[in-house]
Structure formats: C-alpha cells, structure tokens
C-alpha cells in the first residue's frame, strides 16, 4: 500500500506541473532512429514540488506575457517583487484575483489570490497575501485500475511582506511564507495510513527594485529595474525525507520603460528573465543535494553545458498602454524552451481604474495544438485608499 500511495502522490504532483506535461508532447517533425525519439534524450524538463507557487496570479501581469518584477507597483507586487512595495503611492490596499486552472482540461480547478497592503509611512509598507489552489476532485485507482477514494485536493500559502526604500530610487523586501499542501485530501490509505500526509514547508522571497524618473526627448519617462529570488525554503515531502522535492526556488530579474507620450497616454515596456534555481534532473546522479547546494548548482549542473542552461531561462515580454491613468491595453508573450517545458504563449488584457477601484481581465493565446493553457481567463478586482495622513503628505509635496 504504501507504494501505491507513493505512486498517487507522484502523479497528482506531475499533473499539476503543465510545463512538464507539455513538454512529453512531441514536436510536429521529431527525430526517430530505430523507433526512439532521438529529441526525448534532449528534454529534461525541471519539476518541483508545489508549482502553483509559480503560477501567476494577477491579470495585469497575465495579460503582460507574465512580467512583474520591475513594473509599477500594486497589491500584487507580494507575488512579482516584494520591494515594489515601498513605492506605491496610496496609502492602504489590496487585491483579489480568480484564475480557472486548465478548464480546457478539466472543469473544477482553480487559482485564488488575495493580497493586501499598508504603508507604515512613505518609506516603509507591510503586506500580507494568500494563494488557495482548488484541484477539484480526482477519482484514485490503483495500479490494478481498481477505484479507490475520490480525493479533493487543496494546496495554500501564507506570506507576510516587508519593504522598505533604501534610498530615494532604490528599496529592498523581504517576504516569510508558509505553505501547506493537502494532495490526498480524502484518500484512504489502509493498513499504512499514517504513511501519506499533508505537505509543509516554509520560504523566503528576497528582492531589489530601483527606480528613476527622467526626461527623455522632452517627455517625462521611467526606468525601473527590478530582481527576485522567490521561494526559498527546505524541500517538501507527503511520505518521507527520501521523497522529497525541491520547492519551485526561482531568480528573476527584469526592467520596464514608461514614456509619457502626450498628458494623456503613456506606454510601458518590460522585459522578465526566469530561471528556476533547482538542479536539473540527471538520472545518473544520485546525490542528495541540500536547498542551497541545490541553487548554486543549477548555474552549472545541465549536462548540455552552457546551451542548455540558457535553455533553462524563460523570457517574458509585456507591454502596457494607459489612457489618462484610467484605461488600460496589455500584450505579452512568453517563451519556455521546447526541451525545458515548451510553454509558448501570448497575452492580451484590458484595465479600468476609477477612483478607488480598479479591475483587470487577462487571456492566454497558447501556441500549438491541444495546449492545456489554451483560453486561460484571469480576472482581478484592486481597491487603494489614501489615510487623511496620507492626503496631507501629498498636500504638502504639491505645494
């Protein structure tokens, strides 16, 4: 029993991973010798415990191409990069963002994401966020095929944020989260059911964010330069130590141009690098490597030398258009190596902000056939208050 419980658990975890998934699709003209798909030897795509860590959960960066890190700060910047925080200009916020996860696929999964914020004063802000992933339910067999219990499982975490400026363009976050993940929900395990359990880890997000104001050709502009290392914590297990993986440990960095083209519109282009800081799999090594190892050996461990680990680096590219700061287009698009997960998409939004609220719509135009990503809808509602304090600061500035 307990193999199989071992084997439930492997395979709800790979179904979350979409980018693993897709990528065992085979490219329209692949390479066969002797009956082998001579490009498979080639595809080691990463994988890790929890991935809906890394999924994006906000609308403008989902109709951005999924870029973040150095774009004007909101209630969502606890996801893209805590230390934007410290340069947002209202007072009290947050945001509520609803994601149906792969309803090409499947009809009950969802991504749920509310974030909130409070600046302490105008150097300094604290948020808290909190991300539910909703599996729907999953009918269980065993090898055999025989039906076993019909499990619902349910993944969360907790974070709390602090940002604070460094000096008048530069600021630093730091982000604690706690995370809880329940994927046999449900599920009966027999004679052995104290073997499978809820999955419990804690991470660490550690970010910078510079930011400038210009005149560029005698129109105001910004330049913002933003990096993250998300996801830094000890590895995550429903069995045991020699089953546990990786958390989703990720580097990214990334800036954004803002050019004011008239009073009224202005135009932002922004440009994220990825690289997921865990080990790429090489089943000839059978070292247990520690989170830290683990980091730095996922700078120089891919078999294929430098061309594979640039293979490991998505690139997101994003643009935005605001009229009069009250209605926004997005586009984007986002590329994944076809042998580290072959994720390739475009993006497209709409934006409205009107006193204190605020909402976004994105939605997701997969390449290729039969991609699990295809017509992904996202949807966010933001709310930013000014304090009397807050209203009187901004008085005396003006003046």
């Known amino acids: 029993m307990r193999n199989t419980i071992q084997t439930l658990v492997i395979t709800i975890v790979s179904c979350l991973s979409v980018s693993a998934a897709f990528a065992q699709t085979n490219p ?49 910047a606890t996801h893209w990069n805590p230390a934007k925080l410290a340069f947002l200009e209202h007072d009290l916020g947050f945001a509520a963002s609803y994601t149906p996860w792969l309803s ?43 039906l076993l219990n019909l499990v619902s499982p349910r993944e969360f975490s907790l974070a709390g944020t602090f940002a604070m400026q460094l000096g008048e363009n530069l600021s630093a976050g730091l982000t604690g989260r706690f995370i809880h993940s329940n994927l046999l929900a449900g599920a009966s395990s027999g004679s052995s059911g104290g073997d499978a359990k809820p999955g419990i880890s804690g991470a660490a997000d550690i970010a910078v964010y510079y930011t400038k104001d210009a005149v560029v050709n005698g129109k105001e502009a910004n330049i913002s330069f933003g990096a993250n290392i998300s996801n830094i914590g000890a590895k995550i297990t429903y069995l045991d130590e020699e089953t546990a993986d990786f ?45 830290l190892a683990g980091m730095f050996r996922s700078f120089s461990d891919a ?97």
């Open 28 to 76: 329209q003209n692949p390479i066969v010798i002797g009956g082998v798909n001579a490009d498979s030897a080639l595809r080691r795509v990463i994988t890790t415990g929890v991935p809906f860590l890394a999924i994006s959960p906000d609308a403008r960066a989902g109709a951005m191409g999924d870029v973040g890190v150095a774009t004007s700060p909101d209630a969502n």
């Open 104 to 146: 090409k696929v499947v009809n009950d999964m969802s991504i749920s994401y509310i974030s909130g914020y409070k600046k302490i004063n105008q150097e300094q802000a604290l948020a808290i966020s909190m991300r539910y992933f909703d599996l729907g339910d999953i009918q269980l067999t065993d090898r055999q095929g025989n």
């Open 247 to 291: 958390l989703p440990t990720n580097l990214r960095i990334g800036s954004a141009y803002t050019t004011s083209l008239d009073p009224f519109n202005k135009l932002t282009v922004a440009l994220d690098f990825n690289k997921l800081l865990v080990p790429t799999p090489n089943p000839g090594d059978t070292t247990d490597i520690g989170l």
């Open 303 to 399: 078999p294929g030398g430098l061309q594979e680990e640039l293979q490991e680096v998505m690139i997101s590219l994003g643009l935005e258009y605001w009229y009069n700061n009250l209605f926004a287009v997005r586009g984007g698009y986002f590329y994944e190596n076809q042998y580290k997960g072959n994720r390739k998409y475009f993006t497209a939004g709409l934006g409205l902000r009107y006193q204190v609220f605020g909402v976004d719509f994105a939605y997701l135009f997969a390449q290729g056939q039969n991609n699990p990503l295809q017509e992904t809808l996202r949807v966010a509602l933001h709310f930013n208050f000014n304090t009397e304090r807050q209203e009187s600061i901004r008085d005396t500035q003006e003046n």
